[in-house]
C-alpha cells in the first residue's frame, strides 16, 4: 500500500512539473512570438515542446497563410498605417507603410515591421557610391518589395508574413533615402514623437508624419535640427527656397517657401532669419504624410537629386 501511494505521488509530482513546463513553454512562445493561444499550444504539441521549432513552425504555418490572405485582401484599401523614419550617421531612410486600421498601425508586429523596411532601405542605400555632397532616390512600392533582406527573403516575403500575423491587409507604400558626405549631416524627425532623445540616432522613428532634413553648418544645435525638421512637419513648404530669386508670399498665412515661412518656434522670425542666425543652410528636405497622395511631381524631384 505504501509503494502504491510513493508510486501515485510519484505520476501526481511527474505530470505537475511537465504540466509547468508546458505552461512555461507556452507562455514564453506566446510573448515572443505574439501569436494566439490556440497556434502557439499546437506548435509546442507537434514539437514536443521545443520552442525554437515551434517558432519556426509558426513562421512558416504564418507566412503560407500571408501570401493566401495577401492573395485575397489585395483589394482592400490601406488608409492607415506608420511613417518610419530613421538617420545612421551619413545615411537616412524614410518609408511609409500602410494598414486597413489605426488599431494594426499601433500593433508591435506592425512597428517591428516598419522598423525592419527603414533599416533594410537605409542598408542599400549604405552600398551606393555615388560623387557629390547629396545623393537622394525615392522607391515605389515594387521596387521596395523586390529588396532582398538580410535573411535572403524579399521584403515581399515579410510583408505577407505581416498579413498572416495581424489578419488585414497591409501595403509598402514608398520610401526616400539620402546619403551625404563632406560637411552635409542627416537630421529627422517623425510626428507624434516617440523617443526622447531629440534627434535620435540608428533608431527609427514612427510616427503618422516625417522629415529627413539635410544640413550645412558647423556644430548645429540639436534642438535647433528637431525645430527646423518640426516646422517643416507642421508648415509643410513646397522648397527651400533662395534669398533673391524666390520673393515672400504677400500672404504671410499662404507662404510655401520654407525660407520666408514663419518660423514655426518664434514667429517673429522667419525660417531664413533663424538659419542665419546660426550659420547654418537646409540644403534639402523631404517630408511624408501618412495616407497622403504622392504626385509625380515628388517622385520626379527624388530621381533629379540622385
Known amino acids: 500500500?505504501?509503494?502504491?501511494?510513493?508510486?501515485?505521488?510519484?505520476?501526481?509530482t511527474t505530470r505537475a512539473v511537465y504540466a509547468g513546463a508546458e505552461k512555461s513553454a507556452l507562455a514564453a512562445l506566446r510573448k515572443k512570438t505574439g501569436y494566439t493561444f490556440a497556434n502557439c499550444k499546437k506548435a509546442l504539441e507537434l514539437h514536443n515542446n521545443d520552442i525554437n521549432l515551434a517558432e519556426k513552425w509558426l513562421k512558416e504555418q504564418a507566412q503560407s497563410l500571408g501570401w493566401s490572405k495577401a492573395t485575397k485582401?489585395?483589394?482592400?484599401?490601406?488608409?492607415?498605417?506608420?511613417?518610419g523614419v530613421l538617420v545612421r550617421g551619413n545615411i537616412g531612410a524614410m518609408v511609409e507603410v500602410n494598414c486597413e486600421t489605426d488599431f494594426v498601425a499601433r500593433n508591435d508586429n506592425f512597428k517591428n515591421f516598419v522598423d525592419?523596411?527603414?533599416?533594410?532601405?537605409a542598408q542599400y542605400t549604405e552600398l551606393t557610391q555615388f560623387d557629390g555632397d547629396l545623393w537622394k532616390s525615392g522607391f515605389e512600392a515594387e521596387a521596395l518589395k523586390n529588396l532582398k533582406t538580410p535573411d535572403g527573403k524579399s521584403l515581399a516575403d515579410h510583408l505577407a508574413l505581416l498579413i498572416g500575423t495581424v489578419g488585414e491587409n497591409a501595403s509598402i507604400k514608398r520610401a526616400i533615402c539620402f546619403k551625404v558626405s563632406n560637411d552635409l549631416q542627416l537630421s529627422g524627425y517623425a510626428h507624434p514623437q516617440t523617443s526622447a532623445a531629440i534627434c535620435p540616432q540608428n533608431v527609427t522613428q514612427l510616427g503618422k508624419y516625417g522629415a529627413i532634413v539635410a544640413f550645412r553648418g558647423n556644430k548645429i544645435d540639436e534642438e535647433l535640427q528637431?525645430?527646423?525638421?518640426?516646422?517643416?512637419?507642421?508648415?509643410?513648404?513646397?522648397?527651400v527656397g533662395e534669398e533673391g530669386k524666390d520673393e515672400p508670399n504677400?500672404?504671410?498665412?499662404?507662404?510655401?517657401?520654407?525660407i520666408h515661412q514663419e518660423y514655426l518656434i518664434d514667429d517673429d522670425k522667419t525660417v531664413g532669419e533663424v538659419l542665419k542666425e546660426n550659420n547654418v543652410?537646409?540644403?534639402?528636405?523631404?517630408?511624408?504624410?501618412?495616407?497622403e497622395v504622392a504626385t509625380n511631381d515628388d517622385l520626379e524631384q527624388a530621381?533629379?537629386?540622385?
Open 1 to 12: 500500500m505504501v509503494v502504491f501511494q510513493q508510486f501515485a505521488r510519484f505520476l501526481h
Open 303 to 306: 530621381k533629379m537629386s540622385n
Open 281 to 291: 543652410a537646409i540644403i534639402d528636405y523631404q517630408r511624408f504624410e501618412c495616407g
Open 73 to 83: 485582401l489585395a483589394e482592400r484599401a490601406t488608409a492607415q498605417g506608420l511613417v
Open 226 to 239: 528637431k525645430n527646423l525638421c518640426q516646422h517643416i512637419v507642421g508648415l509643410n513648404p513646397k522648397k
Open 116 to 121: 525592419h523596411v527603414s533599416r533594410v532601405c
Open 250 to 258: 504677400s500672404n504671410k498665412d499662404e507662404e510655401t517657401c520654407l
